[in-house]
């Protein structure tokens, strides 16, 4: 079946860095587009991130939220079935549980998230 597990959340003061990763099973992961979404206490789940499939020049399109563009990066490692969310410069409102999710068959499969506070 479909797995997503999130990792590598934690405390970190602000502007410091983590890296989370989304290792995924069940499915042929090189061939879906995989999200990141975030949600905050007493707010609705929102969009961070995207990795494509595949993108031009063999590598991967990518796609960020205004609020962490220039300060998030996310990539992918097909050999690994992990997608990875570099995060630098975190500011106090990037506190959240990080999500992962890809859409596969008309169904959206989440990850069961890990949480991430910046505070000092």
């Known amino acids: 079946q479909v797995q997503l597990v999130e990792s590598g959340g934690g405390s970190v003061q602000p502007g410091g860095s983590l890296r989370l990763s989304c290792e995924a099973s069940?499915?042929?992961?090189?061939?879906?587009?995989i999200l990141w979404y975030r949600q905050a206490p007493g707010q609705e789940r929102e969009y961070v991130a995207t990795?494509?499939?595949?993108?031009?020049?063999?590598?991967?399109?990518?796609d960020y939220a205004d609020s962490v563009k220039a300060r998030f990066t996310v990539s992918r490692d097909n050999t690994k079935n992990t997608v990875y969310l570099q995060m630098n410069s975190l500011k106090p409102e990037d506190t959240a549980v990080y999500y992962c999710k890809v859409y596969r068959r008309g169904v959206d499969y989440w990850g069961k998230g890990t949480q991430v506070t910046v505070s000092s």
């Open positions: 990795v494509s499939s595949a993108g031009d020049n063999n590598g991967f399109n990518v």
């Open positions: 069940g499915f042929a992961f090189s061939n879906y587009a």
